[in-house]
């Protein structure tokens, strides 16, 4: 049975939105060296940009994003100041070469902002930036913020996508994770969104929560199914209290073990598939006509810290605290404080602090890793046919993994190496074979499943 092979691959390993992940970068990569990737983006090129917002008017106990909880104003409006000094320190090194392709608002609570600090913030990144004419904008949103003032700014900035966050309707879930949030609530903001011309809305789902059921998991889902939404994520809970201390609020006896979750996450997907939705990955599902579905069927997806997207960028460029950025050259991460932050982008500074630059090896193994989290298979040929020896190299270590699997969650089927599609949901574990790193650093993360 699949929830069998589920405990058994009940190994922590990395959600891959990045190779080498975070965990593997290091302060030889920093500012001086971030600088220079800037300068060296190219005339004409396609950027992306992420802006971190790292605060939330109330902490949800089973985030783990880098953000901290604000009473006040007035630390948001004071690092609202140092973001606008980084936006225009990174626009100035790009000199107008970069062409913005998409900007995504995350945190924390991007929604948090006053109206006039998001236009200020849209504003801003206008007149800093080359903004394409189809550029796609983004925002997370906490749908306890939000109110008519909120929903006419962020019409204003030119959103295209509002994310929402849902997690769980049962009322059990919401106060044993410190979210409380109705149905109706997330419904109007849905039904402001779409009022105020926004042609996408995706809503985010978990499994795996404290006191969830397979109830509730089908109770969660067919509301949610209900505000037809152009797309859904289904994440599994993360239970990180070694990273983030507030998730020690959750009592472990809460949580469903790996059998049940594996359970609520087949359950999850099965309504969706059966309400027309396509699957995108291993945790995502759309509408067939919604470009990711599109970027799926076509191979044309991709997996970058936003998790799975149809942009083909190669730069995405983080801002503000704890933001990773994405180059051609390698990684780099801002400094997480935001106290320290603030200071270090002051006066025409970068707050990168630590990073990576990519080896060819870690290339081959990014792209092999890519590939399995989106598409479920590689090619062989094609493998060679980019990497040269240090692809077929690679294709030792792919065989080997084949051949000594007796699970069978990797098969060579002609040409290339594919995931059978009745052990997808374990693509984690079969994209960390592939990682050099994972057994030489001391990261610790969440459950494979």
């Known amino acids: ?58 902490l949800c106990w089973f985030c ?3 953000t901290k909880q ?40 991007p929604t948090m902002l006053k109206p006039e600090d998001l236009v200020a913030l849209g504003t801003v990144l206008r007149k800093n930036f080359e903004f394409l004419p189809d550029a796609r904008i983004s925002v997370e949103i906490d749908p306890n913020d939000m109110d008519d003032a909120r929903l006419d700014a962020l019409a204003e900035i030119g959103m295209t996508r509002a994310s929402l966050g849902v997690q769980d ?54 509301q949610a199914l209900t505000l037809e939404p152009d797309r859904m994520a289904l994440f599994g809970y993360a239970h990180v209290p070694w990273f983030k201390k507030h998730q020690t609020m959750i009592d472990e006896a809460w949580l469903p073990g790996s059998a049940e979750r594996f359970a609520q996450s087949q359950l999850a997907a099965c309504l969706m598939l059966n309400a027309g939705y396509e699957a995108v990955g291993f945790d995502h599902f759309a509408k067939p006509n919604d470009s990711l579905a599109v970027a799926a069927r076509t191979g044309c997806l991709r997996r970058n810290f936003q998790g799975y997207t149809e942009d083909r960028c190669e730069t995405l460029i983080g801002l503000g605290p704890s933001s990773i950025s994405q180059f051609r050259q390698g990684h780099t991460q801002n400094m997480p404080s935001t106290a320290e932050y603030g200071r270090m982008v002051s006066d025409g500074g970068l707050a990168a602090v630590r990073g990576i630059a990519l080896t060819e090896d870690d290339r081959v193994r990014g792209w092999i890793i890519e590939k399995l989290m989106c598409d479920f298979a590689f090619s062989a040929i094609e493998l060679v046919e ?51 790193y994972l057994e030489t650093g001391k990261a610790r993360h969440s459950v494979a499943v």
């Open 1 to 58: 049975m699949k929830s069998e092979l589920a405990a058994r691959l009940g190994e922590n390993v990395p959600r891959y939105t990045s190779y080498p992940t975070a965990p593997h970068f290091h302060p030889g990569v920093d500012a001086a060296i971030q600088r220079g990737w800037l300068e060296a983006i190219g005339s004409g090129d396609e950027i992306s940009l992420y802006l971190h917002i790292p605060y939330c008017d109330r």
């Open 64 to 66: 783990a994003c880098h």
């Open 70 to 109: 604000t009473r006040h104003y007035q630390p948001v409006a004071i690092y609202l100041r140092s973001l606008h000094a980084e936006i225009a320190t990174v626009a100035g090194l790009v000199g107008g070469r970069g062409h913005v392709r998409a900007v995504h608002f995350g945190g924390g609570s």
């Open 169 to 222: 309707f049962d009322p059990k879930v919401q106060k044993a994770i410190n979210r409380e949030q109705s149905f109706l609530q997330t419904k109007a903001v849905v039904d402001g969104v779409r009022a105020r011309g926004v042609r996408s809305v995706n809503l985010d789902l978990l499994y795996g929560l404290p006191h969830q059921t397979r109830e509730s998991v089908s109770s969660t889902v067919a």
């Open 386 to 436: 980019r990497f040269g020896e240090a692809g077929q190299r690679l294709l030792l270590t792919a065989s080997s993994t084949a051949l000594r699997d007796p699970e069978g969650l990797l098969e060579l089927d002609s040409d290339s190496f594919v995931v059978p599609a009745e052990n997808r949901p374990f693509v984690r574990s079969v994209a960390a074979k592939f990682d050099k």
